[in-house]
């Protein structure tokens, strides 16, 4: 059974509140549930540290066997729930919960969500995290520097301007043990601050423990055409977590910085460098598909300005995500698969259709909606294909998105081309599932029509008829907030069931023009700050 590690990484405005009107809304207008659920206990001690288990259970109705997907609340730092996901109802669900040595003592309400079919119901119970007490040397902690009087005051509010879904442990693909090795990524940024930012590292889909021994940011000093590992000096800023500037993520841990002083502009490349001292045979948690250079090198080169004898390659290890300081930004989560993620744009130029978006949306609002690219290459709707499946992974690749407000769904293809006997009834309730979890969380969902794929090997006459029913839901079942319909864009009116081939990249992936295309298709009416 997959599982579904259950994370997320600060508060949210007026959330139980909304959550709370949602499930009195559904309870008062739907007498007979088809499944509900309640908790073994009420309350929960754990010592930071350890692990611990709960139960709950979940009735169904006699013969109702859709699926159950489960997600928790919005957690404190160095808590996790980890749940079976989906389930079917009329059982027993044990899941594990989580802290780490460094989780703050604190009594907190855990809520767990379960959804299916568009119906939703909840659960709680009380975790008291206890203190942890193991003679453990911290690591060594960043004097304060003074603050310059010139810094601005802090701002309401983080919101998401990048992100790189996790996908798989190296081990899976062939790909990276890292070990005494120095990693430089560069990130492009959707939106820019005044003010300071701060990142995301994952563990998510690790096995063992991983340790940082320091971590920098500092804007990039190369661009397309010259290609460099160089940073800009004066730009280099030290990155500490809890002000220490180690850090170590236990197996399926994230962790966001605190806060940088580095003020950049939208369109800025910030390049994020860190040094894994002892993590020896540790797979590390991956996004395969980076479509950016990144730079390898044996030895602590994370404060250099440029690191020496790096080899290079385009997946990205650990890091998922940056956020900016903003008072009134939001962020828009683009969830799909290859086509998301820009399978076949150009390396290196940001070519991808959420970056063209993004740039669109600059320059109509000005730094008020932010971008975060949640695109994995053959990923799935239903299915673990590569990577978590769009449902298991919707509460870390969405919900913990900072500021996050619009969702943007392409994902349905892969199934499509690579699951037997599927069935556009499956998608479609998997689509109701996926959208009652973001309305629940005061998300607006637009649902993407799912692109041309005829002359390539997912194309049959089978194929094509799902493709076909399944679009038709999107654009005409109601279920969305609005409809972006990228199939109209790329179709060959020729031949719908193909790419024009001025758009065509290898029948299913467009070009860079077709990722333009597609960007520019986008109502931006449906972002508009001054609608909100």
């Given at each position: 059974m997959?599982?579904?590690?259950?994370?997320?990484?600060?508060?949210?405005?007026?959330?139980?509140?909304?959550?709370?009107?949602?499930?009195?809304?559904?309870?008062?207008?739907?007498?007979?549930?088809?499944?509900?659920?309640?908790?073994?206990?009420?309350?929960?001690?754990?010592?930071?540290?350890?692990?611990?288990?709960?139960?709950?259970?979940?009735s169904a109705v006699p013969?109702?066997?859709?699926?159950v997907y489960l997600l928790a609340s919005v957690l404190p730092p160095g808590v996790s729930v980890d749940i079976p996901s989906p389930i079917v109802g009329g059982q027993a669900v044990t899941m594990n919960v989580s802290a780490t040595a460094a989780a703050v003592v604190q009594t907190v309400s855990v809520t767990i969500y379960a959804a299916s079919s568009g119906e939703t119901h909840a659960a709680?119970?009380?975790?008291?995290?206890?203190?942890?007490?193991?003679?453990?040397?911290?690591?060594?902690?960043?004097?304060?520097?003074?603050?310059?009087?010139?810094?601005p005051t802090a701002p309401s509010r983080w919101v998401g301007t990048w992100g790189a879904s996790a996908a798989v442990p190296s081990n899976e693909s062939g790909a990276y043990y890292l070990t005494n090795v120095t990693v430089r990524q560069i990130a492009h940024l959707s939106i820019g601050t005044a003010r300071g930012l701060r990142i995301k590292l994952s563990n998510a889909l690790g096995k063992f423990a991983v340790t940082f021994g320091v971590v920098h940011v500092a804007q990039w000093a190369g661009n397309a055409e010259t290609l460099t590992s160089a940073i800009v000096p004066a730009t280099d800023r030290i990155v500490t977590f809890g002000g220490s500037r180690a850090v170590v993520l236990p197996p399926g841990a994230d962790v966001v910085s605190d806060r940088i002083v580095l003020p950049l502009l939208a369109g800025a490349d910030l390049a994020v460098s860190f040094y894994i001292p002892r993590t020896s045979n540790v797979p590390a948690t991956m996004h395969m598909h980076g479509g950016q250079t990144a730079y390898f090198s044996l030895g602590d080169s994370a404060a250099s300005t440029v690191v020496p004898n790096a080899i290079t390659d385009t997946v990205r290890p650990y890091l998922t995500g940056i956020e900016m300081e903003t008072q009134s930004a939001t962020a828009v989560v683009a969830l799909g698969d290859s086509i998301t993620d820009g399978m076949l744009a150009s390396l290196n130029r940001n070519a991808r259709w959420p970056d063209d978006l993004a740039r669109r949306l600059e320059e109509a609002f000005a730094g008020e909606v932010g971008v975060v690219n949640s695109g994995i290459g053959g990923n799935c709707l239903l299915t673990t294909c590569l990577g978590p499946s769009a449902l298991e992974r919707f509460e870390r690749d969405v919900l913990a998105v900072s500021g996050v407000k619009y969702l943007i769904v392409l994902e349905?293809?892969?199934?499509?081309?690579?699951?037997?006997?599927?069935?556009?009834?499956?998608?479609?309730?998997?689509y109701r599932s996926l959208i009652a979890l973001a309305h629940a969380h005061g998300i607006v969902v637009y649902g993407a029509t799912i692109t041309p794929f005829g002359g390539s090997n997912y194309s049959t006459a089978e194929h094509e008829q799902l493709r076909q029913q399944v679009n038709a839901f999107i654009r005409a079942g109601g279920?969305?907030?609005?409809?972006?319909?990228?199939?109209?864009?790329?179709?060959?009116?020729?031949?719908?069931?193909?790419?024009?081939?001025?758009?065509?990249?290898?029948?299913?992936?467009?070009?860079?023009?077709g990722y333009q295309a597609m960007a520019e298709a986008v109502d931006l009416a449906l972002f508009n700050p001054a609608a909100r």
């Amino acid at each position: 059974m997959p599982t579904l590690l259950v994370k997320l990484i600060g508060p949210r405005v007026a959330r139980a509140a909304l959550l709370s009107c949602l499930f009195f809304v559904y309870a008062s207008g739907q007498t007979n549930p088809n499944f509900n659920l309640s908790m073994e206990s009420p309350s929960l001690s754990l010592v930071a540290g350890m692990t611990a288990t709960m139960t709950m259970q979940i009735s169904a109705v006699p013969g109702y066997k859709q699926p159950v997907y489960l997600l928790a609340s919005v957690l404190p730092p160095g808590v996790s729930v980890d749940i079976p996901s989906p389930i079917v109802g009329g059982q027993a669900v044990t899941m594990n919960v989580s802290a780490t040595a460094a989780a703050v003592v604190q009594t907190v309400s855990v809520t767990i969500y379960a959804a299916s079919s568009g119906e939703t119901h909840a659960a709680s119970f009380s975790l008291s995290v206890l203190p942890h007490r193991v003679g453990v040397e911290p690591p060594p902690k960043v004097p304060p520097k003074p603050k310059p009087a010139s810094e601005p005051t802090a701002p309401s509010r983080w919101v998401g301007t990048w992100g790189a879904s996790a996908a798989v442990p190296s081990n899976e693909s062939g790909a990276y043990y890292l070990t005494n090795v120095t990693v430089r990524q560069i990130a492009h940024l959707s939106i820019g601050t005044a003010r300071g930012l701060r990142i995301k590292l994952s563990n998510a889909l690790g096995k063992f423990a991983v340790t940082f021994g320091v971590v920098h940011v500092a804007q990039w000093a190369g661009n397309a055409e010259t290609l460099t590992s160089a940073i800009v000096p004066a730009t280099d800023r030290i990155v500490t977590f809890g002000g220490s500037r180690a850090v170590v993520l236990p197996p399926g841990a994230d962790v966001v910085s605190d806060r940088i002083v580095l003020p950049l502009l939208a369109g800025a490349d910030l390049a994020v460098s860190f040094y894994i001292p002892r993590t020896s045979n540790v797979p590390a948690t991956m996004h395969m598909h980076g479509g950016q250079t990144a730079y390898f090198s044996l030895g602590d080169s994370a404060a250099s300005t440029v690191v020496p004898n790096a080899i290079t390659d385009t997946v990205r290890p650990y890091l998922t995500g940056i956020e900016m300081e903003t008072q009134s930004a939001t962020a828009v989560v683009a969830l799909g698969d290859s086509i998301t993620d820009g399978m076949l744009a150009s390396l290196n130029r940001n070519a991808r259709w959420p970056d063209d978006l993004a740039r669109r949306l600059e320059e109509a609002f000005a730094g008020e909606v932010g971008v975060v690219n949640s695109g994995i290459g053959g990923n799935c709707l239903l299915t673990t294909c590569l990577g978590p499946s769009a449902l298991e992974r919707f509460e870390r690749d969405v919900l913990a998105v900072s500021g996050v407000k619009y969702l943007i769904v392409l994902e349905g293809g892969t199934d499509i081309g690579n699951a037997p006997n599927l069935t556009a009834e499956q998608m479609i309730e998997a689509y109701r599932s996926l959208i009652a979890l973001a309305h629940a969380h005061g998300i607006v969902v637009y649902g993407a029509t799912i692109t041309p794929f005829g002359g390539s090997n997912y194309s049959t006459a089978e194929h094509e008829q799902l493709r076909q029913q399944v679009n038709a839901f999107i654009r005409a079942g109601g279920a969305f907030d609005a409809v972006i319909d990228f199939d109209k864009v790329l179709a060959n009116p020729a031949n719908p069931t193909a790419i024009l081939p001025q758009f065509d990249g290898d029948h299913i992936h467009p070009n860079d023009a077709g990722y333009q295309a597609m960007a520019e298709a986008v109502d931006l009416a449906l972002f508009n700050p001054a609608a909100r």
